[in-house]
């Protein structure tokens, strides 16, 4: 007999296993029943919607005026040149959302994705095929990469190409492939309770823990509007009877400042997870948080001006103790 309850079971365990190569598992329970499925397909169509990753978007060659001419010297014709240059899957080295990469080659070559690696762009796939070009032949171009979500078809980025320059369909997820499944489990004599298991796959652009933490990040924003116009209370951490009136702000999440993803993935591994923390900090601090890059750092500052905590400014001595109790190792 099911035993009368006032809320739901929540999940208490969680693991996390490497599978392969940019390959993981993630397994997670027990759910109520029910609960499992409810949460897994649309986590499963954020991973595959929302997950930023990088692509051409625009194409150049010397000599060709569109996407069915050829190259005098090259064995691929143009559309079969652009069908390979869609499957080299580029990452932006620096913050930039996007760059324009020149390439000049001369024959008699096989180029690869490797050969197109440079201080601006890493090549995930080296080993995928570009062209062959022959002897006395060269092959000089331009492709602009840009940072996206989702697929953009040709059509959509025609107005934003510069003269000269092709259009290609941009297809940026960096996530190939997600599945989930989920599993009746035994809890407390009861074998109702669900667990759910992930299988994440990426093309290298981004590693499949990071792209899971990306799609919960957005989930948890999309349905922050609840919170907002709804005035519903979501708890915090331990609130206790010493607290000054600029505890709640502090007690902030970092995932509810609207941060851009790759912002929020260098606070969120620094293990900085509430406003307060970040307000403790100054200038040197922030600036060597791991891998934290210029535009992050002064989307960090920008923030804390706007909430009226700049960096470095002087604070409170009862917030300062405040924060150093909740904070402070």
Same mark, same amino acid.
């Given at each position: 007999?099911?035993?009368?309850?006032?809320?739901?079971?929540?999940?208490?365990?969680?693991?996390?296993?490497?599978?392969?190569?940019?390959?993981?598992?993630?397994?997670?329970?027990?759910?109520?029943?029910?609960?499992?499925?409810?949460?897994?397909?649309?986590?499963?169509?954020?991973?595959?919607?929302?997950?930023?990753?990088?692509?051409?978007?625009?194409?150049?060659?010397?000599?060709?005026?569109?996407?069915?001419?050829?190259?005098?010297?090259?064995?691929?014709?143009?559309?079969?040149?652009?069908?390979?240059?869609?499957?080299?899957?580029?990452?932006?080295?620096?913050?930039?959302?996007?760059?324009?990469?020149?390439?000049?080659?001369?024959?008699?070559?096989?180029?690869?994705?490797?050969?197109?690696?440079?201080?601006?762009?890493?090549?995930?796939?080296?080993?995928?095929?570009?062209?062959?070009?022959?002897?006395?032949?060269?092959?000089?171009?331009?492709?602009?990469?840009? $940072?996206?979500? *989702?697929?953009?078809?040709?059509? !959509? /980025?025609?107005?934003?190409?510069? #003269?000269?320059?092709? +259009?290609? &369909?941009?297809?940026?997820?960096?996530?190939?492939?997600?599945?989930?499944?989920?599993?009746?489990?035994?809890?407390?004599?009861?074998?109702?309770?669900?667990?759910?298991?992930?299988?994440?796959?990426?093309?290298?652009?981004?590693?499949?823990?990071?792209?899971?933490?990306?799609?919960?990040?957005?989930?948890?924003?999309?349905?922050?509007?609840?919170?907002?116009?709804?005035?519903?209370?979501?708890?915090?951490?331990?609130?206790?009877?010493?607290?000054?009136?600029?505890?709640?702000?502090?007690?902030?999440?970092?995932?509810?400042?609207?941060?851009?993803?790759?912002?929020?993935?260098?606070?969120?591994?620094?293990?900085?997870?509430?406003?307060?923390?970040?307000?403790?900090?100054?200038?040197?601090?922030?600036?060597?948080? $791991?891998?934290? *890059?210029?535009?992050?750092?002064? !989307? /960090?500052?920008?923030?804390?001006? #706007?909430?009226?905590? +700049?960096? &470095?400014?002087?604070?409170?001595?009862?917030?300062?103790?405040?924060?150093?109790?909740?904070?402070?190792?």
């Amino acid at each position: 007999m099911k035993s009368i309850k006032t809320s739901p079971h929540t999940p208490t365990s969680i693991k996390v296993e490497e599978t392969g190569n940019n390959s993981i598992q993630i397994s997670a329970y027990p759910f109520e029943a029910g609960y499992a499925i409810t949460l897994a397909h649309p986590l499963r169509r954020l991973l595959l919607g929302s997950s930023v990753g990088f692509a051409p978007i625009a194409l150049h060659i010397d000599g060709v005026s569109h996407e069915f001419d050829s190259v005098r010297g090259m064995v691929e014709d143009v559309s079969h040149f652009i069908v390979n240059l869609k499957s080299i899957r580029f990452k932006i080295k620096d913050d930039s959302e996007f760059v324009s990469v020149d390439y000049s080659f001369k024959g008699p070559k096989a180029i690869s994705g490797a050969d197109l690696s440079n201080d601006l762009v890493e090549i995930v796939t080296p080993d995928m095929h570009l062209a062959t070009i022959n002897d006395d032949a060269s092959l000089n171009f331009s492709i602009i990469i840009r $940072k996206g979500i *989702g697929y953009v078809p040709s059509e !959509e /980025i025609r107005h934003d190409v510069a #003269e000269g320059f092709m +259009p290609l &369909d941009a297809y940026f997820t960096p996530v190939t492939n997600v599945t989930y499944v989920t599993e009746n489990i035994l809890l407390e004599d009861d074998p109702n309770y669900e667990k759910v298991i992930f299988n994440i796959q990426t093309d290298g652009q981004i590693d499949p823990l990071t792209a899971f933490k990306n799609a919960l990040n957005v989930m948890h924003k999309q349905m922050s509007i609840f919170n907002t116009e709804l005035s519903i209370e979501i708890p915090s951490i331990a609130s206790s009877n010493d607290e000054i009136p600029e505890s709640k702000i502090m007690l902030q999440t970092i995932e509810s400042l609207n941060f851009s993803a790759r912002c929020f993935n260098c606070l969120d591994r620094s293990g900085i997870k509430y406003l307060g923390e970040l307000v403790l900090l100054d200038e040197e601090q922030i600036k060597n948080i $791991k891998n934290l *890059g210029k535009k992050s750092l002064d !989307e /960090i500052t920008a923030k804390l001006e #706007e909430l009226g905590y +700049p960096v &470095d400014k002087e604070i409170s001595k009862d917030l300062l103790a405040f924060l150093k109790k909740k904070f402070s190792n």
